[in-house]
Every structure is written in C-alpha cells, then in structure tokens.
C-alpha cells in the first residue's frame, strides 16, 4: 500500500518557476515507478512527466520538455519525488496529481495505481 500528498502548488506569473513535492509512505516506495499527471477545467487528465524506480529513466510529455524535471529522492525516510516546473505558462493552469505504480513507466492513467488528492497551480499571463 502506498499513500500520497502532493504539495508546492500555487500562484505565479508566466514565466516563473514551481517544485511540487509528492511524499510517499510504504515500504517499497523505492521499487515503485512513479509519474505526474495534470488536469485542467473541462480536460481530460493527462500525462506529465514519469521515471522509474531508482530514477535512472525519465519521460515527459511533449508539451513540458525542457521545461519541467522529475526527480526523487529515494532515502529512508524522505521518499519523495518532485517535479520542477521553469518557465511556466498559462496553458500549465491545472491540479497536479502524483501516481504510484509497481510496473514499468506508463504514460498512460490506468498504469497507476495509485494516486494523490492533488494540487493546484495556477499560472496568470
């Protein structure tokens, strides 16, 4: 079993910068693929960026490349990964959800089992 917070969402302007934190807990976080997810009002909810369980592969979406980075921090009692949002853009607007899944990188929703409540980031022009 895996639960997960996300936090670090908020407020900015086009162009600034955002670190979302998404902490884990359970025992095998560490052998866990983990991924970013995004939704924004009226959309569906779409892939962001992912990596795997000892954060040697990463993916992202088209629209966040060379913009945001996903990373984590697999040490005893900071399980954790992140993802670093520069140069921000309005069409960035959504909440930001943080997935956990056993397998291989999904790119997809139904690779991941399980899922954060989410935070929202919000990007004025």
């Known amino acids: 079993q895996v639960q997960l917070v996300e936090s670090g969402g908020g407020l900015v302007q086009a162009g600034g910068s955002l670190r979302l934190s998404c902490a884990a807990s359970g025992r095998t976080f560490s052998s866990y693929t983990m991924g970013w997810f995004r939704q924004a009002p009226g959309k569906e909810r779409e892939f962001v960026a992912g990596?795997?369980?000892?954060?040697?592969?990463?993916?992202?979406a088209d629209s966040v490349k060379g913009r945001f980075t996903i990373s984590r921090d697999n040490a005893k009692n900071t399980d954790t990964v992140y993802l670093q949002m520069n140069s921000l853009k309005p069409e960035d607007t959504a909440i930001y959800y943080c997935?956990?899944?056993?397998?291989?990188?999904?790119?997809?929703?139904?690779?991941?089992?399980?899922w954060g409540q989410g935070t929202q980031v919000t990007v004025s022009s």
């Open positions: 990596i795997n369980w000892n954060g040697g592969s990463t993916y992202y």
């Open positions: 997935a956990a899944n056993s397998g291989t990188v999904s790119t997809t929703l139904y690779g991941y089992r399980y």
